[in-house]
């Protein structure tokens, strides 16, 4: 069997992309530095394991594996370990289809027919762009189903916790979470600025106002998009650490006013589109 893996070079950057493990960037290296969390394209086993991958059609939980929406009742099947909940959508675990590639860029495509994981069916488009100072990615959802559908996207990187990672965001609040993980309040929160060793979150926050600093060691990145909210995950037993854009809180489709939340309601037919900047230099 042929490796499935893209590669993607620009000048000391190198991107490795698993189509069939949900469009997910298997790693991504400045020279021989991991930027993200990296495995070689070929041995990663799962989109579980990877740098990064893609959120969508929801981000983080959807609460108790149901919502309602339009006023009939929808149910997703369990996706992430014992979870009561679903988790990030359904595009990170089903194979897409490679439609361009070129030196330093591809262009990824999945194809959803409503089932037991969503039940609207729509297509959508990952580009990742390389440049020889930064990683781009572009979402493009597009509704194929024949009535308005809830639509969330966002992206789910890992990046290696080093001996003095250091992160800093700006933003004005945080949700606070119930014991399995649903945002319950909002509480003030005007930024993060601290080493990730002693960084305790796994929350959404609002108000942000990138770009979202991380620093170590050996680098020094700037995370930008045009998702208004990040998903801030420091867990303190992992070699690793989260910095997640997305366009609505966690669990907004069960809020009394999910688009005051950031969820979208898209048409038939309409494209709901994002991106991601990851800028890299040497610390």
């Known amino acids: 069997m042929s ?6 070079r620009a ?3 190198r991107m490795a992309l698993r189509p069939d493990l949900g469009s997910a960037v298997a790693g991504l290296w400045l020279r021989d530095l991991p930027v993200l969390r990296s495995t070689e394209g070929a041995e990663l086993g799962t989109a579980r394991l990877a740098g990064c991958y893609p959120l969508a059609p929801y981000s983080n939980r959807l609460g108790y594996r149901r919502f309602r929406w339009l006023g009939q009742d929808h149910q997703t099947a369990p996706n992430f370990d014992d979870s009561p909940h679903s988790l990030h959508g359904v595009a990170w675990t089903r194979p897409w289809e490679t439609v361009a590639t070129s030196a ?3 262009e990824l495509r999945y194809v959803h027919r409503a089932d037991a994981d969503w039940p609207f069916a729509f297509e959508l488009r990952q580009r990742c762009v390389l440049t020889p100072g930064a990683a781009e990615f572009h979402l493009a959802l ?3 189903a024949d009535k308005p559908a809830p639509v969330g ?10 001996s ?13 979470n119930d014991p399995s993980g649903l945002p319950t309040r909002r509480v003030p929160q005007p930024g993060i600025d601290g080493d990730v060793a002693h960084l305790a979150f796994d929350n959404c ?5 990138g770009p979202a600093r ?4 050996k680098l020094s990145l700037r995370l930008s998009s045009s998702l208004p909210y990040l998903v801030v995950f420091t867990p303190e037993a992992r070699p690793y650490y989260c910095v997640e854009p997305v366009s609505h809180v966690s669990n907004a489709l069960h809020m009394s006013d999910p688009a005051a939340h950031g969820l979208r309601s898209v048409a038939p037919g309409a494209t709901f589109d994002a991106w991601m900047k990851i800028e890299i230099a040497e610390a």
């Open 11 to 13: 000048g000391e950057l």
């Open 153 to 162: 996207l966002g992206w789910h990187p890992y990046f290696p916790k080093r």
């Open 3 to 8: 490796n499935p893996t893209i590669e993607l």
């Open 214 to 217: 991380l620093r170590d060691e």
């Open 164 to 176: 003095r990672s250091r992160l800093h965001i700006e933003s004005s609040e945080r949700w606070e």
């Open 205 to 209: 926050f609002e108000g942000w106002r």
């Open 104 to 106: 330093s860029e591809a």
């Open 142 to 144: 597009t509704n194929h």
